[in-house]
């Protein structure tokens, strides 16, 4: 069966400070990753998706970036955090085009 | 207008209550229609998805959707307090899902 695993589950960084969010998947190849923000009322908003090792599509502008050096590995960066940076990241995956499988989530602190 | 709206309640019915949640959407061309449960502190889990107009049912959850009025429906047979989650609905088309805020739910014994 295919999992998805997404750490840390919760972080606490300084403003300007750099970040890393690592997210995996096994079980499956060539998924679609996906990672995206939630933030209170205002729910699940997409940030980068993959379809493919080095394919990176941004849905909004942004202090973050995405990159998938494996095909089963998908990266959050930063190289300087904002207060506004502070949310609940999630992961997910695909196979069909639609139906995605969350990870457990980071949640995010900027202080 | 926003894309996909969902009330965010919350909403808090007694156990055994039959629970309806909503969801509009604005464009005409999306095709898929998804729901999912989130308890708190999380990742959302996919609960039911549809591709066309009508009724789904999967044991005590059944999705409606009505392409005519853009509207689509999760409804709780039986609710137990273990549903209490926030319950998200998603629509897309082609390569994209589009999220609502989400319902808090609260189901008391």
């Known amino acids: 069966s295919q999992t998805i695993h997404q750490w840390p589950a919760t972080l606490v960084q300084p403003v300007g400070s750099p970040l890393s969010l690592e997210c995996t998947v096994e079980?499956?190849?060539?998924?679609?990753l996906y990672w995206y923000r939630q933030a209170a009322g205002r729910g699940l908003q997409l940030l980068f998706y993959?379809?493919?090792?080095?394919?990176i599509s941004s849905e909004v502008p942004q202090n973050l970036s995405a990159s998938r050096p494996q095909d089963r590995q998908f990266i959050l960066s930063s190289k300087k955090l904002l207060l506004s940076d502070s949310g609940f990241y999630l992961c997910?995956?695909?196979?069909?085009?639609?139906?995605?499988?969350f990870g457990q989530g980071t949640r995010l602190t900027v202080v | 207008q926003k894309e996909v709206e969902q009330d965010p309640g919350p909403l808090s019915v007694p156990e055994g209550a039959i629970v309806s949640l909503n969801c509009t959407y604005s464009?005409?061309?999306?095709?898929?229609f998804m729901w999912y449960r989130q308890y708190s502190r999380k990742g959302p889990e996919l609960l039911m998805y549809?591709?066309?107009?009508g009724n789904k049912e999967d044991g005590r959850f059944t999705a409606q959707v009505d392409k005519s009025s853009k509207y689509i429906s999760l409804f709780i047979r039986d609710s137990q307090p273990s549903d209490s989650a926030t319950y998200l609905c998603?629509?897309?088309?082609?390569?994209?899902?589009?999220f609502g805020t989400g319902t808090r739910l609260q189901v008391f014994p």
């Open positions: 464009n005409s061309a999306f095709q898929y």
């Open positions: 549809t591709y066309s107009s």
């Open positions: 993959s379809v493919g090792i080095g394919q």
């Open positions: 998603a629509i897309g088309e082609t390569d994209k899902l589009i």
């Open positions: 997910a995956w695909s196979r069909q085009v639609l139906e995605a499988f």
């Open positions: 079980g499956t190849s060539n998924p679609n």
